[in-house]
């Protein structure tokens, strides 16, 4: 009778091996999720910042023109902010913290700065003083 062989050269990893990767994976993932989390909001801080930035300063320098051009400075009307090529050269941004559904790119009139008009409108604009804004309630843009 033939005796049964013993399986010594056997490749693979064993059970205590596959729990300590399984372990390491859980404490990789563990660590990266909320620095990916915190990158996502830096991202839409980031983007709603260059957006204001370049909304006043097209709003300013429409009334710088208007003071050169008839010697009386007047920030644009709201409607002369909607339309392209009248104070911004290309369409206005996106606000970052506005669904697609409630038209981010859309300007609505402001009253008070931080305070959020309507459900629908990325940015709040005040024309009696040249103000914009975020029009969303999310936690520290209306303070830019």
């Known amino acids: 009778m033939q005796k ?3 399986h010594q050269d056997r490749k693979g990893f064993t059970l205590i ?3 300590i990767i399984i372990v390491i994976l859980g404490i990789i993932a563990a660590v990266a999720i909320p620095k990916y989390v915190d990158m996502v909001t830096e991202a839409k801080v980031s983007a709603a910042k260059g957006a204001l930035g370049g909304l006043r300063s097209a709003i300013s320098i429409y009334y710088a023109n208007t003071a050169l051009k008839t010697g009386t400075a007047t920030w644009p009307p709201i409607d002369s902010v909607r339309t392209v090529g009248v104070v911004m050269a290309q369409s206005l941004p996106k606000n970052p913290y506005q669904s697609d559904s409630n038209a981010p790119d ?3 009139t402001g009253v008070t700065k931080g305070t959020t ?5 990325g940015w709040a604009y005040k024309a009696s003083t040249g103000e914009v804004w975020p029009n969303t309630s ?5 303070n830019w």
């Open 17 to 19: 091996e596959l729990v």
């Open 117 to 121: 008009v309507g459900a629908r409108g």
């Open 4 to 6: 049964l062989r013993l």
């Open 106 to 108: 859309s300007v609505v």
């Open 138 to 142: 999310s936690v520290g843009e209306n």
